[in-house]
């Protein structure tokens, strides 16, 4: 079946740490992004990639970074520079009529 | 000025009843509209998209859109209690299948049916 997969579902970081989530996409497209979903706060666009070794910070990038070597893996790195990084990530892509999301991460610093 | 809003809820309806989900947004250059839905502890899963002026049906579901008064908005006849859900409007820039671009969320409107 075609889908967006997410791992880890859950993922603890220690102060200082960097962390990577992964995202792996088999619908062949093109355009992928990664939220970021706070109680109350809606999703939050940190960075998307409409094309291969190309993407964009979104709204919240300040603390992560992202790579898109290959079309179907958009990885997204959480490093110490994010100070308060709990929270539950999605990655995207984006299909005729909308986003398809993946399971998401929830991240917890521990 | 947030880019899409919605009323805030919680919404609490009873079995049955006509739920009905409101949306506005500020960009008049936005030309496609989506509604999510977000069961607790899990990731949003698209129910309805709208592109035109006028209602869209799907099952229990009808979106309406009016671009003059920049408001779209979500109705759901026969709530059933599994339709208790966080509901979330999305906007988009581009045009109809158009993969430029990002969506920008409101909040979500927190939905519970009680039977």
């Known amino acids: 079946d075609g889908g967006i997969t997410q791992s880890p579902k859950y993922l603890f970081r220690k102060e200082g740490q960097n962390v990577t989530l992964s995202c792996e996409q088999n619908?062949?497209?093109?355009?992928m992004y990664w939220y970021r979903q706070d109680p109350g706060q809606g999703l939050r666009l940190i960075y998307y990639s409409q094309i291969v070794n190309d993407f964009q910070k979104g709204d919240i990038a300040e603390g992560y970074s992202v790579s898109r070597e290959k079309k179907e893996s958009f990885p997204l790195t959480v490093t110490s520079a994010q100070k308060n990084p709990t929270a539950f990530y999605l990655c995207?892509?984006?299909?005729?009529?909308?986003?398809?999301f993946g399971s998401g991460t929830r991240l917890t610093v521990v | 000025q947030k880019e899409v809003e919605q009323n805030s809820g919680p919404l609490s309806v009873p079995e049955g009843a006509i739920a009905s989900l409101n949306c506005t947004y500020s960009d008049r250059g936005s030309q496609s509209f989506f509604w999510y839905r977000q069961y607790s502890g899990k990731s949003p899963e698209l129910i309805m998209s709208i592109y035109s002026n006028g209602d869209k049906e799907d099952g229990r579901f009808t979106a309406q859109l009016n671009k003059a008064s920049q408001y779209v908005s979500l109705l759901i006849r026969d709530s059933q209690p599994s339709d208790s859900a966080t509901y979330l409007c999305a906007v988009n820039r581009g045009d109809r299948g158009s993969t430029l671009g990002r969506l920008y969320f409101g909040r979500g409107t927190q939905l519970t049916v009680w039977p």
């Open positions: 995207a892509s984006w299909a005729l009529h909308g986003y398809t």
């Open positions: 619908l062949n497209h093109d355009a």
